[in-house]
């Protein structure tokens, strides 16, 4: 069963606009992740962010984490065309430890137009 | 580095077939997961192996095996196909726990 919810589950914005994408969880973590997929391909590795962090950046990229909350949002600044794709968050539940399973959410579908 | 590599990237089925996919995970990497990743939905963890030895299975049925190789090549089989199983399967593979992991490009599989 799926653990995450994204929220929008897609979203279309001009190119130079910011895209905000939220991620919902249900259990305990030991850290979230965000992933991209371009057209049904494979999943590319954009950011890990620790439960014990609450915000962190990778260029165009700022995520936050809320572990009161159960949730997470992925910020991308000054979007690009090439930033359309699939969006997926992925936590590593904690069950006494990292398991060293993910488990996605079904995935923010971002359009960027030119 | 080659990264993760999976084969075949196409392959169609008929019910009632058996399928093994391959993969090979990045340098270095000695644990590998396996997802299935239906049409519109996120990806589903299947299995992980570590050390040759399955440590971790997600829910599915045991028609599901896996194996792991001592060069840490894995490989996934599916037997008794159900239409169902159409789907992307990816393959990742991670240095350590708590790590990112870095996927494969996947083998789309096509049960007719």
């Known amino acids: 069963s799926q653990q995450g919810e994204e929220d929008p589950q897609a979203l279309s914005i001009q190119e130079g606009e910011n895209a905000t994408m939220n991620c919902s969880y249900k259990?305990?973590?030991?850290?979230l992740q965000w992933y991209r997929q371009n057209s049904g391909r494979g999943l590319v590795h954009l950011i890990l962010i620790r439960s014990n962090e609450r915000e962190k950046h990778s260029g165009r990229l700022r995520v936050t984490l809320d572990t009161s909350k159960k949730s997470s949002s992925l910020l991308i600044t000054a979007s690009r065309a090439a930033d359309t794709a699939s969006y997926f968050c992925?936590?590593?539940?904690?069950?006494?430890?990292?398991?060293?399973?993910?488990?996605f959410g079904k995935g923010t579908k971002l359009s960027v137009k030119p | 580095d080659a990264g993760v590599t999976q084969s075949p990237t196409h392959l169609i089925k008929t019910r009632g077939q058996q399928v093994t996919l391959r993969c090979s995970p990045k340098s270095g990497h000695d644990t590998v997961s396996w997802y299935q990743q239906a049409l519109g939905q996120g990806p589903q963890f299947i299995f992980q192996?570590?050390?040759?030895?399955e440590r971790q299975r997600g829910n599915f049925p045991d028609r599901f095996s896996g194996h792991q190789f001592p060069n840490y090549s894995s490989e996934l089989n599916v037997n008794a196909l159900l239409l169902g199983d159409s789907a992307l399967y990816l393959c990742?593979?991670?240095?350590?726990w708590g790590s990112g992991a870095f996927f494969g490009q996947g083998t789309r599989l096509t049960v007719v």
């Open positions: 259990t305990s973590i030991n850290n």
């Open positions: 990742a593979s991670s240095l350590a």
């Open positions: 992925a936590t590593d539940p904690d069950y006494g430890g990292s398991q060293g399973n993910l488990i």
């Open positions: 192996y570590y050390e040759e030895e």
